[in-house]
């Protein structure tokens, strides 16, 4: 069984568009976080949450907005899509938030998501 | 803003020969440092966490952490073609904080 897994792992897109990439964990733990990855293999946190709360909200567009319907998933939704969001978009999660240290973060494959 | 400073690379080192890879970070506060490695095309992974100052061992791996120098650094002993991947050192700070990476450092390890 895959711990976190991500839907889809790769998209083709246009400008303009609306796309969605979708995540679920089935190890228990409280958090998961949506990172982007860049072409120069930046990893950049954008948004955690905690038991469905978010947390985390970096400098990220508005175009951007996530969603966590349960503690288990994690879903990315990104409005009029630029050609800057081209970029591996992993998910991820930690066991144990509350204690300020994640531990162990488990990635999903990632979602390559390309904009033309 | 808080960050986590890597040197790219590549580093190449011969196989059997030790790696030596290097990180520093801005915040004095950070309580937790890992070290992730990423193949390429693949998904991060954790392979060592050090939370205290000293070193730490597993297997070829050890992890090492000087907090009033703010470095941390790690050594893979043994080097070999496996280990060829991007290390990435990643950084916690305070409570409700996401973990801070670096922008990591690839490894080539010739057989």
């Known amino acids: 069984d895959t711990a976190v897994s991500q839907t889809p792992k790769y998209l083709v897109t246009q400008m303009g568009n609306d796309k969605s990439i979708k995540c679920e964990q089935n190890l228990g733990h409280d958090t998961m976080y949506w990172y982007k990855q860049d072409s120069k293999k930046f990893l950049k946190i954008m948004f955690s949450?905690?038991?469905?709360?978010?947390?985390i909200n970096e400098t990220v567009p508005n175009r951007f907005s996530p969603k966590s319907p349960d503690k288990a998933h994690l879903n990315l939704h990104i409005n009029s899509l630029e050609l800057g969001d081209s970029a591996v978009y992993f998910c991820?999660?930690?066991?144990?938030?509350?204690?300020?240290?994640?531990?162990?973060?488990?990635f999903g494959e990632g979602s390559r998501l390309t904009v033309l | 803003q808080k960050e986590v400073e890597q040197n790219s690379g590549p580093l190449s080192v011969p196989e059997g020969a030790i790696a030596s890879l290097n990180c520093t970070y801005s915040?004095?506060?950070?309580?937790?440092f890992f070290w992730y490695r990423q193949y390429s095309g693949k998904s991060p992974e954790l392979i060592m966490s050090?939370?205290?100052?000293g070193d730490k061992e597993d297997g070829r791996f050890t992890a090492q952490l000087n907090k009033a120098s703010q470095y941390v650094s790690l050594l893979i002993r043994d080097s070999q073609p496996s280990d060829s991947a991007t290390y990435l050192c990643a950084v916690n700070g305070q409570a409700g904080t996401a973990l801070i990476f670096g922008k990591g450092t690839t490894l080539s390890v010739s057989s």
């Open positions: 991820a999660s930690s066991q144990d938030w509350a204690s300020g240290d994640p531990g162990e973060l488990f």
């Open positions: 915040d004095r506060g950070s309580q937790s």
């Open positions: 050090i939370y205290s100052n």
């Open positions: 949450y905690n038991n469905k709360e978010l947390i």
